[in-house]
């Protein structure tokens, strides 16, 4: 192999080898702007819900919550969006390397070129080349001198070809190296812009801390209620799951014996669950947690979550099942239990059910209308397995 040849075999190596991670930088930057989009979206749902419950002309605890999950997901939002910037910053040096690379390996083949055309000038004339042929000390010699000369002008038809299409590559990578600048600006304006309305709902969220404190006495008759609402609710999930329990163990009951292969299959989407409700935001989360406002005051331990949805929405069912229980509970109004194999799913805070005991009932088959509650529809949502509660944050997609 010539010397030519190795320095464009190394250069052709080192173009190639630089492409895999402008590949990986490019899918991250998708990544990326999906994750972008899925924030900006939430976001938008909850700007819906927060001037639906402002219309009410009430301050509560849901609002607070509401405009905290707004921030935390503008915070989000301006993570992801400095992440993209930083992505758009390696691809454009990647691509300014590239662009490097490639006008070195055209100086290469300018070079190469250039010698070709001095060899070419030397014959130009066809009378020089078939007296360069036929001076030949044999046949084979002659025959050797033709090809040569066949060749050369070959490779200077090809050369000259080659050289355009990678000035032509050269072009195309220091457009697309302008197009990731002006996504780059782009995207640090939308930056600037996201800090401004994180600050603004930061002080929306300070604003409805001080409303709330000023009604102390109150919020602290609502938490005494709702605690009491809880506990009610919590032992009567309890109670009837226990039953279930038993009588699916039960050798006498053979018609009520667990389905493990709906089991396997429900336990297979944890994380890939739909949501119970469309455009829902998580208002108050699984666990034992403390009030938003008067941190010394414990809540009542939340066995699910509680979604914030907007008006009349509607809830879902989340995966394959049959329809266990439907009962009334002060607080939370109608609550329909559905199992899933060794799996339950609850659904309370409904005004509405549109289904019955002993139903079998399919993923994103409709339950019920949600229940109004300070200007927004609420989902109270828990997932179980057995007798044993499950955040259902970690189930759904």
Same mark, same amino acid.
């Given at each position: 192999?010539?010397r030519?040849?190795?320095?464009l075999?190394?250069?052709l190596?080192?173009?190639?080898?630089?492409?895999?991670?402008?590949?990986? +930088?490019?899918?991250?930057?998708s990544?990326q702007k999906n994750?972008i989009?899925?924030l900006e979206?939430?976001i938008?749902n909850i700007?819906k819900?927060?001037e639906?419950?402002?219309?009410?002309q009430?301050?509560?605890?849901a609002?607070?919550?509401?405009?905290?999950?707004k921030?935390?997901s503008?915070k989000?939002?301006?993570?992801?969006?400095?992440?993209q910037?930083?992505g @758009?910053?390696t691809?454009?040096?990647?691509?300014?390397?590239e662009?490097?690379?490639l006008?070195?390996?055209i100086?290469?083949?300018k070079t190469?070129?250039?010698?070709?055309?001095r060899?070419? +000038?030397?014959?130009?004339d066809s009378?020089?080349?078939?007296l360069?042929?036929?001076?030949?000390n044999?046949?084979?010699?002659?025959y050797?001198?033709?090809?040569?000369?066949?060749?050369?002008?070959?490779?200077l038809?090809?050369?000259?070809?080659?050289?355009?299409?990678?000035q032509n590559?050269v072009e195309?990578?220091?457009?697309?190296?302008?197009?990731l600048? !002006?996504?780059a600006?782009?995207?640090? !304006?939308?930056?600037i812009?996201?800090?401004?309305?994180l600050k603004?709902?930061? !002080?929306?969220?300070?604003n409805?801390v001080?409303?709330?404190t000023?009604?102390?006495?109150?919020?602290?008759?609502?938490i005494?209620q709702?605690r009491?609402?809880?506990?009610?609710?919590?032992k009567?999930?309890?109670?009837i799951?226990?039953e279930?329990v038993?009588e699916?163990?039960s050798?006498k009951?053979e018609?009520?014996?667990i389905? @493990?292969?709906?089991?396997?299959?429900f336990e297979?989407?944890?994380?890939?669950l739909?949501?119970?409700?469309?455009?829902?935001?998580v208002?108050d989360k699984?666990?034992?947690?403390y009030?938003?406002?008067?941190?010394n005051i414990?809540l009542?331990?939340?066995?699910?979550?509680?979604?914030s949805?907007?008006?009349?929405?509607?809830?879902?069912?989340v995966?394959?099942?049959?329809v266990k229980?439907?009962?009334i509970?002060?607080? @939370?109004n109608?609550?329909?239990l559905i199992?899933?194999g060794? +799996? +339950?799913?609850f659904?309370c805070k409904?005004?509405?059910?549109?289904i019955?005991?002993?139903?079998?009932?399919?993923?994103?088959q409709?339950i019920?209308?949600?229940?109004?509650?300070?200007?927004?529809?609420?989902l109270?949502?828990e997932?179980?397995?057995?007798?044993?509660?499950?955040?259902?944050?970690l189930w759904?997609?």
């Amino acid at each position: 192999m010539s010397r030519l040849a190795r320095i464009l075999t190394l250069i052709l190596m080192s173009l190639t080898s630089a492409l895999p991670w402008t590949e990986l +930088y490019a899918q991250d930057i998708s990544k990326q702007k999906n994750a972008i989009n899925r924030l900006e979206t939430e976001i938008k749902n909850i700007d819906k819900q927060l001037e639906s419950n402002r219309k009410q002309q009430k301050t509560n605890t849901a609002e607070l919550s509401l405009l905290r999950k707004k921030t935390e997901s503008q915070k989000k939002l301006i993570t992801e969006i400095e992440s993209q910037i930083k992505g @758009y910053e390696t691809l454009i040096k990647n691509k300014e390397a590239e662009i490097v690379i490639l006008e070195n390996r055209i100086d290469t083949m300018k070079t190469r070129f250039s010698r070709l055309i001095r060899e070419s +000038y030397k014959i130009r004339d066809s009378k020089v080349w078939f007296l360069y042929i036929i001076a030949s000390n044999s046949i084979n010699e002659g025959y050797r001198r033709w090809k040569y000369l066949q060749n050369l002008s070959v490779s200077l038809k090809d050369k000259t070809e080659e050289i355009k299409a990678k000035q032509n590559e050269v072009e195309t990578e220091k457009q697309e190296a302008d197009r990731l600048r !002006k996504s780059a600006e782009e995207s640090r !304006k939308k930056l600037i812009a996201e800090y401004e309305t994180l600050k603004k709902a930061e !002080k929306e969220s300070e604003n409805t801390v001080r409303k709330l404190t000023a009604k102390e006495k109150e919020l602290r008759n609502q938490i005494a209620q709702k605690r009491r609402e809880t506990e009610k609710l919590n032992k009567e999930i309890e109670r009837i799951l226990a039953e279930a329990v038993k009588e699916a163990n039960s050798p006498k009951q053979e018609t009520s014996k667990i389905n @493990y292969k709906l089991s396997g299959e429900f336990e297979s989407n944890k994380g890939k669950l739909p949501w119970p409700v469309e455009n829902g935001v998580v208002i108050d989360k699984f666990g034992q947690h403390y009030h938003p406002v008067f941190k010394n005051i414990k809540l009542p331990y939340n066995n699910g979550i509680n979604i914030s949805a907007p008006q009349g929405a509607q809830a879902r069912c989340v995966f394959d099942g049959i329809v266990k229980n439907i009962l009334i509970i002060p607080g @939370y109004n109608q609550c329909v239990l559905i199992q899933h194999g060794e +799996y +339950y799913t609850f659904y309370c805070k409904l005004r509405q059910v549109s289904i019955k005991p002993g139903q079998q009932i399919k993923a994103g088959q409709v339950i019920g209308i949600t229940d109004e509650e300070d200007g927004n529809s609420v989902l109270h949502f828990e997932i179980w397995k057995g007798t044993a509660k499950q955040n259902p944050e970690l189930w759904l997609r």
